[in-house]
């Protein structure tokens, strides 16, 4: 492929999904050293990419945007690039790339699936597989067909601020409040993993998001507890945070954007999976170098850094949103989730 100058990389809607994009943007800043990579993202989500070295400019898009800011985006990519990447298989993302590059590299729906025409409009691109194949992997897919080295970390954002906790502190990370209730835990299983802790001299803190509902949740959690715990809701940054978990003697959280953050530090991390496939959404190892799914799709597994214990049940993962199929929903899975193989596995990784 000819060299170029000006990329465009889409990675959209959440948290997760754009630390998951990382590796593809670092791979283009390795094959394109002096290029100009500009990453779209939506706006509430950029804090991911905070002090990124790979990335040039960092663009916003509102989710509910008018029709003058619309107007703005366009103008803003309109014909500005040589190429784009364009993760996302939405209609959205799919239109900006039609607008902002002459070459779109382009994930796109699988036939069987309404958006299958789109294939017609790129110059490039790679059916979604969202049930055999990782996401980091999957997004790797791209660079094959433009002949560009994959690499395979993990980038998590960086700042030079750090968050001030006491001197030779030995703690763990805990976040307990995914942005869907079909992802949490048991508050009563957080309580005991955490009286554990306690027990073993690991001070826990809880991180969270400043959404009200969850650092409520939390507040009422940690208010149940010994005045050790910390808590971290809504008072770092997530580079700050990113900072607090690398120092941390572990990290046990849900299936949210936080326990991928996690794993990028290098940190052990137990992340408690139920009605989401580990095969296409399991943290993604440090050190792993391998086109091969780090994680299968049923039992409990460890690769690298990462710990992954799973709710039991011939149906999990169902890949629903809960037991009543809304993501407000419980999850049988991650409720019957006992915290004493937590509490083992906490044992054997502090030891």
Not at 66 to 87: D, H, P
Not at 275 to 282: E, G, I, L, M, Q
Request: with cysteine; glycine share 4%; hydrophobic share 40%.
């Amino acid at each position: 492929m000819e060299k170029l100058e000006k990329i465009l990389v889409i990675a959209m809607p959440y948290l997760g999904d754009v630390l998951l994009a990382t590796p593809l943007i670092h791979s283009l800043r390795a094959a394109y050293p002096n290029a100009q990579i500009d990453v779209l993202v939506f706006k509430n989500t950029q804090i991911m990419l905070e002090g990124n070295p790979d990335i040039s400019t960092v663009i916003t898009a509102l989710h509910r945007a008018t029709f003058r800011e619309q107007c703005q985006l366009i103008w803003q990519i309109f014909r500005r690039y040589n190429a784009v990447f364009t993760l996302p298989t939405n209609d959205r993302a799919f239109f900006y790339s039609l607008l902002a590059a002459p070459l779109r590299i382009n994930a796109v729906p699988p036939k069987s699936k309404t958006g299958g025409w789109k294939r017609f409009f790129v110059t490039h691109w790679v059916e979604f597989d969202d049930d055999k194949t990782h996401t980091v992997l999957q997004h790797l897919k791209l660079l094959d067909l433009v002949g560009i080295k994959p690499y395979y970390k993990l980038v998590p954002p960086q700042t030079n601020k750090k968050f001030p906790l006491p001197p030779n502190l030995k703690y763990a990370i805990l976040h307990c409040c995914p942005q869907w209730t079909y992802k949490q835990w048991t508050t009563e299983n957080w309580l005991s993993v955490v009286n554990h802790l306690l027990s073993l001299n690991i001070t826990p803190i809880f991180s969270g998001g400043n959404a009200p509902d969850e650092m409520a949740y939390i507040e009422n959690l940690t208010s149940q507890l010994a005045e050790t715990v910390i808590n971290l809701a809504g008072k770092t940054s997530l580079a700050e945070l990113t900072e607090i978990i690398t120092n941390a003697q572990l990290f046990i959280g849900v299936d949210t954007g936080a326990t991928h953050l996690a794993a990028a530090t290098g940190v052990p991390v137990i992340a408690l999976f139920g009605a989401t496939n580990p095969v296409v959404w399991s943290p993604f190892p440090i050190d792993y170098q391998s086109r091969e799914n780090p994680f299968e799709r049923k039992g409990s597994q460890h690769v690298g850094n990462i710990y992954l214990l799973q709710g039991e049940g011939d149906c999990v993962p169902c890949q629903l949103e809960g037991c009543d199929r809304h993501r407000q929903s419980r999850s049988r899975c991650l409720d019957e989730l006992s915290a004493e193989r937590v509490n083992a596995l906490v044992n054997q990784l502090l030891n």
